[in-house]
């Protein structure tokens, strides 16, 4: 620690910059506080790279920025794809381009919690918002391209959700 402090102060000194410190892992274990972290996480990102769940469905990765920083935000889920626990942890990748997946961040900006992450054998995910409102995101589409095609995006992605829903029920 004291060597820590030494070298920043020979680092000021010297007009050296500073060693910018990544911040700590954030865990959340409580499903309910969970919910709404992810809400929060995902409404407030400036860009949403990926989405990415593992084969058994359990974990789902969101890689985003905000500001000059990358999280993945990995959220654990039940059998059933309630989200259950969370953590954000720091990411080495270069931030400042707008990511495919953007246009979630204001689509779930007004969402009070992110609640379910199902995960088809296909590998899209489809999130469920605490008032119902649902999106597919499925690996290779609805990127959301250009900027204008945002809100063509995510209408898209309600009606996949809506129409997989659907289709699962029958």
Known sequence: ????????????????????QAPATE???????????????????DS???????ANGRNV??????GD??????????KRGTVIALEIVPAVRPVGEVGPLSWLASEVVEATAVTRLAVDEDAAVTITTNDGRRYMVIPGRGSGGAPRAATN???EARWAAEWNSHRQAH
Do not use: N
């Open 153 to 155: 995006t995510a209408v």
């Open 48 to 54: 949403i790279d990926s989405v990415v769940a593992t």
């Open 1 to 20: 620690m004291l060597i820590a402090i030494i070298l920043r102060l020979v680092g000021l000194v010297a007009g050296l910059p500073l060693p910018l």
């Open 61 to 66: 990765t969101f890689a985003v920025s905000h």
């Open 27 to 45: 865990e959340v274990a409580t499903p309910r506080a969970a919910q709404v972290r992810l809400a929060e996480v995902l409404g407030g990102a």
């Open 69 to 78: 920083e990358a999280f993945d935000v990995v959220a654990h889920t039940d």
